[in-house]
Structure formats: structure tokens, C-alpha cells
């Protein structure tokens, strides 16, 4: 039996964490032979934990063989003690009618006091990765307040707009979700974000000439995914959540799987024409369990020079905008 890993959760009483919690406990996450101890963290309000407490009765009553153990908090001291992984979902969810950026000012703080307190009290191997939006923007500000963890064990979650628009380029040509590879996305988990076609294939043929509508690909398939939380939103009243969280099976999943390329937010080292510190979306590849590199190699033509411009010039304007609460 391995020794259980230990995961700090965020906001776990939350939409998100309410489809996420029982996807880790059950082994989709980590792996059906890696035991977990869930350190489920909420804020300080009395609805909040008492509204954990069920979930976490609900937990009990999956009797999942996975799960070793449970922590409930409000304290991130507590929580994010000895925290393998740090998943930093807890945070406002945008209404209908903002943008992702209008939440920087409230959610901005969260992630100073909690990037504090996990560079202090987690895991020497703790991998932190960021949900709550905005989510690139976020990650650097927690990653601006770590002494002793480098900036390269943050990752901000852009992987819901990877799936998104993997499964827009199925229906569009027909085929099926698993022939569609190598669609990754680039910049900022915003409208901004450029979803690179380019790259893509279907059945191993590029995908731009399986589609063979350049309008499309450079039109509505970019709205769409970009617009895609929007969407939710203004059909649900509330913003996505199933898909989020499935999303972060993914991005944690892929983060330790060598090998895998797969869209994720990094601090950026000035590939692919963004500004050296902020945290941009980029392909990058596994190396070992929780490491990874930039995958450089891709040609970009004007069209995609463009959006990358765009993106990059969005996270810098939302790195100015928290200049305050960046550290050193
Ligand atoms: P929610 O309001 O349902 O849940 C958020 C939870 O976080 C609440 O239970 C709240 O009490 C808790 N919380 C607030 N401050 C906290 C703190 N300081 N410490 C611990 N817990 C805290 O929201 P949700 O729908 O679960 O969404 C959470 C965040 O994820 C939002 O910011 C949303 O915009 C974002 N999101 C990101 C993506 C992405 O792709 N990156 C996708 C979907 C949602
Ligand atoms: C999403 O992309 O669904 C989330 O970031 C939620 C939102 O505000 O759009």
C-alpha cells in the first residue's frame, strides 16, 4: 500500500468542490492504487462549514477504499499542513454580465494569504495549482509570496478551455472526441485565450484542412471556446462546475503522467512571445511525476502572432492591476 497523498482542497463545500471531491476520493485524479487524505478547507463562515460537514458525511457514505482520511478547516495553517498537492478552487465565481478580471479585486487577497501560509506549512514536493478566477493572474500572486517553493511547482487550470475546444472541433468535422489531438491553448483563461488550431489533428490529418473553413476556425470556434464560461452562466445561472472540476482531474492527471503534452498555465519565460513572469497558458510536457517543459517548437503564422499579442498584453494589464500584492 502506498503512503496516501495528501490534498488541500480549497473552497470544497463549494459548486466545484462538490463534483471534485468525490472524483479524487474514488481514485480518477491520482491513480486507483494511491491512497489520498482530503484537507478540505473553507472559509471562515458558519454556512460554509456546516455545509462541509455534509460533504463530508457524503464521503463517508461512498466508502470509497481510497480515501484514509479527512481534515475539515477553516484554518489554512491546518489545511494546508504537509499538503502533497494544493488545489485552490475556493474563490468568487463571476456573475452574469462580468468579465473574469472584474473578480481580481476580492479573489486577489485570497491567494495572498494562502500562497503565505502553503509556502510555509505544505509539502517540500507540493504542487499547487489554481482554479479560483481570475485563474492565471491568481497563480502568480500566490506564487509571488513562496520563499522556499520555486515558481515552476504553480500551475493556473486552462485545461476546461483545452476540452472545450477539443470537443468544439469533434462536432464541427463529424469525428469522433478521441481523433482530435494537439489542440492547446495559449494565454489567458479569458476571452482572450487563442485556442491554436493549427497544431490540431483529426486522425492524424491536420485539422484545419479535415474542417477546411479558415472562417470558422478563426471566427466562431475561437468565440465560442473563449465566450464558453459566458455561455454557462447566462444558460444556467451559475458558472460552470461539473466540467471545471473534471477539468482539474485532468490537469493533475496529465501533471503526473510523463510524457503528456497538455495545455497548463505557467510562469512564462518568454515563449512563444509572452512576458517573461506572467502566467500564460502554453503546451507543455510532462518530464517526471508533477514536473514539466514548455513544448517551444510550434510555428505560429500572423493570424496567430495576433491573439498571442492580444493575450499576452491582457495578462500583463491584470498583473499591473495586482502589483500591490506581488512579493519581492
Ligand atoms: P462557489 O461559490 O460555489 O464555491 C466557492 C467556495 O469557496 C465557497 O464555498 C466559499 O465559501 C469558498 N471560499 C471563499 N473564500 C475562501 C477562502 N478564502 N478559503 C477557502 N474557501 C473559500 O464557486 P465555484 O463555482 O466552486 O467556483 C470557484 C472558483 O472557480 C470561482 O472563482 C470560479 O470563477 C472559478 N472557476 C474557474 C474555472 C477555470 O477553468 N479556471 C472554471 C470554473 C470556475
Ligand atoms: C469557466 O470558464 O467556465 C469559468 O472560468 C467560470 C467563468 O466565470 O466563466
Redesign the pocket.
Known amino acids: 500500500m502506498k503512503t496516501p497523498l495528501r490534498v488541500a482542497v ?9 463534483s471534485l471531491l468525490f472524483r479524487i476520493a474514488s481514485g480518477a485524479m491520482f491513480g486507483p492504487d494511491q491512497p489520498v487524505i482530503l484537507q478540505l ?5 458558519e454556512k ?1 462549514m456546516q ?2 460537514q455534509g460533504v463530508s458525511m457524503e464521503l463517508d457514505d461512498c466508502a470509497f477504499p481510497l480515501l484514509k482520511g479527512q481534515v475539515l478547516t ?1 484554518d ?1 495553517n491546518v489545511g494546508f499542513k504537509d499538503a502533497n498537492w494544493c488545489l485552490l ?6 456573475g452574469a454580465g462580468m468579465e ?1 478580471a472584474d ?1 481580481l479585486k476580492d ?1 486577489g487577497k ?1 491567494f495572498i ?2 500562497g503565505k501560509v502553503i509556502d510555509a506549512v505544505a509539502a517540500g514536493d507540493a504542487r499547487v495549482v ?4 481570475p ?1 492565471n493572474t491568481n497563480c502568480m500572486i500566490a506564487a509571488s509570496q513562496a520563499k522556499r517553493l520555486p515558481s515552476d511547482r504553480y500551475t ?6 483545452q476540452n472545450r475546444a477539443q470537443a468544439q472541433i469533434a462536432k464541427k468535422s463529424g469525428r469522433d472526441l478521441t481523433d482530435v489531438k494537439d489542440v492547446f491553448i495559449y494565454g489567458n ?1 479569458s476571452p482572450t485565450m487563442f485556442p491554436a488550431y493549427a497544431h490540431a489533428t483529426i486522425g492524424g490529418k491536420p485539422a484545419a484542412g479535415v474542417i477546411n473553413d479558415t472562417a470558422w476556425l478563426q471566427g466562431a470556434f475561437c468565440e465560442t471556446v473563449g465566450k464558453r ?1 459566458a455561455a454557462i452562466i447566462a444558460a444556467r445561472g ?4 461539473a ?2 472540476a473534471n ?1 482539474l482531474v485532468d490537469h493533475v492527471r496529465d501533471l503526473r503522467t510523463p510524457g503528456v503534452v497538455h495545455s497548463v498555465g505557467v510562469k512564462s519565460a518568454g515563449e512563444y512571445g509572452f512576458d517573461p513572469e506572467v502566467w500564460a497558458g502554453m503546451p507543455v510536457r510532462t518530464t517526471t511525476p508533477g514536473s514539466w517543459e514548455v513544448v517551444r517548437g510550434y510555428a505560429m503564422d500572423d493570424f496567430a502572432k495576433t491573439k498571442l499579442a492580444a493575450t499576452n498584453k491582457e495578462l500583463v494589464e491584470e498583473r499591473a492591476l495586482v502589483v500591490d500584492m506581488l512579493k519581492g
Open positions: 480549497t473552497g470544497a463545500a463549494g459548486q466545484i468542490g462538490y478547507i473553507e472559509a471562515p463562515i460554509a455545509a462541509l477553516d489554512p478552487v475556493g474563490a468568487k465565481p463571476r473574469r473578480l479573489n485570497i494569504g494562502q489554481v482554479v479560483g478566477n485563474a493556473a487550470m486552462v485545461r476546461l478551455d483563461h464560461g451559475l458558472s460552470s462546475a466540467s471545471a477539468a
